[in-house]
C-alpha cells in the first residue's frame, strides 16, 4: 500500500501549473521548428517565428508563454493499492494545487474561471475550480496529467453524430476549415471517436496530452487504420492553407491525435478539440516517496532565430499621432512595428464602454483616433511595464465594434485571426484599421 501525503499531491499539482505555464513540451517545441524550417509563406513563417523566439524567451524568464494561462485540468490515475492520508475531497485537494500554482507571487498566472455561468460571471479569482476526472486503475501510484486549456482554442470544440457510413475525415476537415484561425494555428488536433456524446467530447481533450509523433508516423508509415485517419486528416487540413495564425502556408495542424472507444451500432459520435501554439500539459507520477523533480528543457532545443531579420521590411508606425493619410496608406499584408500609447480592453471592456455610452456618461480616457489592443494581459511582476500580453479573439469584439468606432473615433485595433462580416462593414464604413498580433507569442509583446 502506497501512502500519499496530501502535501506532496498540492505542491506537485502546483509545481506543474508553474512549469507549463512557461515551459513548451520538448515535443512541441521539436514539431514547431520542424515546421518552421519547412513554411513556404513568408508571412507564416514569420509568425512560427515569434512563437518560437517567445517560447525561448518564455523558458529563460520563467513568465507564461501566453497571457491566457487556461483552465486547470487534472487528470488522475489513482491505482487500486493508493492510499491517501487526507479526508478532505480530491477536488479540494487538487483545487487547493491549482491555487498555490495561479498565485505564485514571483510568476502569477491569470485567473479566468468565472463562477455561477449563467448569473453573475463573477472571477473566483484563484482560477479554481479545477477540470478534475478521477480514474480507478490497478496498481501502487498516482499517474497525473494536468494541462492548461486556453478560452481561443477551447471555444473552437465542436461535436456531432455522424451516421455510422459517414466519413470521419470529411466532417473533421470540413469543420476545421469553417472554424477560422481564432483558435490560434499551429496546433494539434484532438478527435474522439465513440462511446457516447460525452465520451467522445472527454477522449477528444485527453487526446491532447499524447505525444507529438506524426513525423515519425509519415516517415513509417501507419500500422492500423486509426492512424490512417490521422495521416489523411493531417494531410488534409493542411492542404487547406489556413496556416499559422490564419497567414497561409504548409502547415496549419503539428500532428492530429485520436482516441476511440466502442459506442452503439446506430451511432458514430465524434468530438473534435483543437490545441493552440500554446500547448502546455505535463505528466507525472506519484510514488509516496515525495514531490517529483521537473527537468528544465535544454535551450539548445530551440532554434537559432533573429527576429530583426524578418523585421527588416517592417513598417514603423507611431500610434500616438495616427491620421487619415497613415490609416490610408497602410496595406493588406504589411508588418507593422507600432510604437506609442494603446489601450487594452477584450469584450468585458467593450461591452462597458457600450453602457457607457448608452448611458450617456463619459469615458475615463478619449479613444479618438487611438489604438485598442485586444488583450487581458498577466499581472506585471519586477521592473515589468506590463506582463505578458498576447492577442484574444477579435470576433468577439465584432458585435460592439460599429458602435465603439462610431461614438469613440477609435482608428486602430489589434487582435487575433479573423473579423466577421458585422465588423468588416464597420472598419469599412468608419475608415478605421484592424490589425492582428501573434497568439502564443505573449512574453515577447512585454
Known sequence: MTLIREEDLVESIADAFQYISYFHPPDFVTSLSSAWEREESQSAKDAMAQIL????MAAMGRRPICQDTGSANVYLEVGYDVKFDFSRSLQEVVDEGVRRGYQFDKNPLRASIVLDPIG???NSGDNTPALLTVDLVPGNTVSV?????GGGSENKAKFAVLNPSDSVADWVVDTVEKLGAGWCPPGILGIGVGGSSDRAMAMAKKA?????????LLKNGPQNKSEELRIEIYERVNALGIGAQGLGGVTTVLDVKIKSFPTHAASLPVGLIPNCAATRHLHFTLDGTGV???ETPDLAAWPEILLDEANKNARRVDVDNLNEETLASLKIGETLLLNGTIYTGRDAAHKR????LDEGKALPVNLENQTIYYVGPVDAVGDEIIGPAGP?????MDKFTDRVLGDTGLKLMIGKAERGPEAIEAIKKHKAVYAIAVGGAAYLVS
Open 292 to 294: 517529483p523533480n521537473f
Open 120 to 122: 453573475s460571471r463573477k
Open 392 to 396: 484574444t479573439t477579435s470576433t468577439r
Open 208 to 216: 491532447l496530452n499524447d505525444p507529438l509523433d506524426m513525423q515519425a
Open 53 to 56: 523566439v517567445n517560447s525561448r
Open 145 to 149: 496529467y494536468v494541462s492548461a486549456k
Open 353 to 356: 464602454i457600450v453602457n457607457f
